[in-house]
């Protein structure tokens, strides 16, 4: 019913940039909070930065001051700039959105299928 599609992944040295984004789709009727998860070989899946339809931000400590979360609502999109890469950014990346689909039912997270941010010299 909702489908999101992400993009921007690739490998980049420690200290290069990358932007990802993701796309919502399907059937929307009301998108609210929207961010980025990730998750690195042997860890558990962790939390990067979410947004949520007002604007308001939240970002991991190990990332605040390289990373920024943005949307554009109207085209439900969600985007993140990432800066000044460290090896230990290395992980698939899954954007996430909170989303009802119509009135009168519950809201539901979706994912998208992951991206992989590899960073290495």
């Known amino acids: 019913q909702v489908q999101l599609v992400e993009s921007g992944g690739g490998l980049v040295q420690p200290g290069g940039s990358l932007r990802l984004s993701c796309a919502a789709s399907?059937?929307?009727?009301?998108?609210?909070?929207m961010g980025w998860y990730r998750q690195a070989p042997g860890n558990q899946r962790e939390l990067v930065a979410t947004?949520?339809?007002?604007?308001?931000?939240n970002y991991a400590n190990s990332v605040k001051g390289r990373f920024t979360i943005s949307r554009a609502n109207a085209k439900n999109t969600v985007s993140l700039q990432m800066n000044s890469l460290k090896p230990e950014d290395t992980a698939v990346y899954y954007c996430?959105?909170?989303?009802?689909?119509?009135?009168?039912?519950?809201?539901?997270?979706?994912w998208g299928q992951g991206t992989q941010v590899s960073v290495s010299s």
């Open positions: 947004i949520s339809s007002d604007g308001s931000t």
């Open positions: 399907g059937s929307i009727f009301s998108i609210y909070a």
């Open positions: 996430y959105a909170d989303v009802k689909i119509r009135p009168g039912v519950r809201r539901d997270d979706y």
